[in-house]
């Protein structure tokens, strides 16, 4: 089993070691991690009214670390990712800094829409001020964005919009198509982030429905916890694995220095 979507203490808001992660990964016998964190939104010239990634910095010390890690890891293989913020207007300078690191796979996931930095639950009663129906409609444009861009080989808890529970009145399924064969076309995979279990939704990222259209579409899939502590390191896997098998999936899709491989579910 995986876990693609771990964070570090260096993005400001998470907690441990990397060591502490790598050493839940093999309490868990997971076969392989990845961390994944925060970009530096620096870097895109993006100063974001809370701190949500590294400091530019940061960066190489963070790259050095993973990879001091994978040397020294036997028992788990590590991988090197990245989680990029995908922000209309940047993905000129995304590609050019992507073209400078040897990362292993990037994850374009969206955290913002305009300046509202919508998962962060310090802005959560901004949804209260929004019409739900136009909101979901303009956050799966900018799903359409980040696999349309060519920039990441995976996409990050795609329907992260509806973290804190807030629904739109109109019928998702055609946009949900539209988006699975967008992904299919462009090669872009998805995830099945378990964090949404633990956020005020209570429920994956995608939810099954959504996670069997696009296998039903032969989009490619992986997996991530998303943690932010060493404790939810593969959380609620197999709850993960039963959910993707009820789905369809037999296989799980894996990276390394950017090209992918599957392994059995």
């Not at 590294?54 to 990712?81: A, C, F, I, R």
């Not at 305009?114 to 962060?120: I, R």
């Not at 920039?151 to 988006?179: A, M, Q």
């Not at 633990?198 to 259209?213: H, K």
Request: glycine content about 8%; some cysteine.
């Amino acid at each position: 089993m995986i876990d693609y979507h771990l964070h570090t203490s260096r993005c400001c808001h998470a907690t441990g070691t990397l060591d502490q992660y790598l050493a839940e990964a093999e309490k868990k016998e997971l076969a392989e991690i990845g961390f994944a964190d925060h970009f530096p939104l620096g870097l895109l010239g993006i100063e974001p009214r809370n701190q949500v990634t590294m400091d530019p910095e940061e960066l190489e010390k963070y790259m050095k670390q993973v990879n001091t890690l994978k040397k020294n890891s036997h028992l788990v293989k590590v991988k090197l990712g990245v989680e990029i913020d995908y922000l209309p207007g940047t993905e000129k300078k995304v590609e050019q800094l992507l073209g400078k690191y040897d990362f292993d796979y990037v994850i374009g996931s969206i955290h913002f829409i305009g300046d509202w930095d919508f998962t962060h639950p310090v802005y959560a009663e901004d949804y209260k001020h929004q019409d739900m129906d136009d909101l979901y409609r303009r956050y799966y444009e900018l799903v359409a964005r980040v696999c349309e861009s060519g920039l990441f080989d995976i996409i990050g808890h795609i329907d992260v919009v509806k973290k804190f529970g807030y629904r739109p009145d109109d019928n998702l399924d055609s946009i949900r198509l539209e988006t699975a064969r967008l992904l299919r076309e462009s090669g872009t995979c998805l995830e099945l982030n378990t964090a949404g279990r633990d956020a005020p939704v209570g429920e994956f990222y995608p939810d099954r429905g959504f996670l069997a259209l696009c296998c039903s579409e032969g989009v490619d899939i992986t997996l991530g916890s998303d943690a932010h502590a060493p404790d939810q390191v593969g959380r609620y896997f197999p709850e993960a694995v039963r959910l993707l098998k009820k789905a369809g999936y037999r296989e799980l899709t894996v990276f390394e220095r950017r090209a992918k491989s599957k392994q059995p579910l």
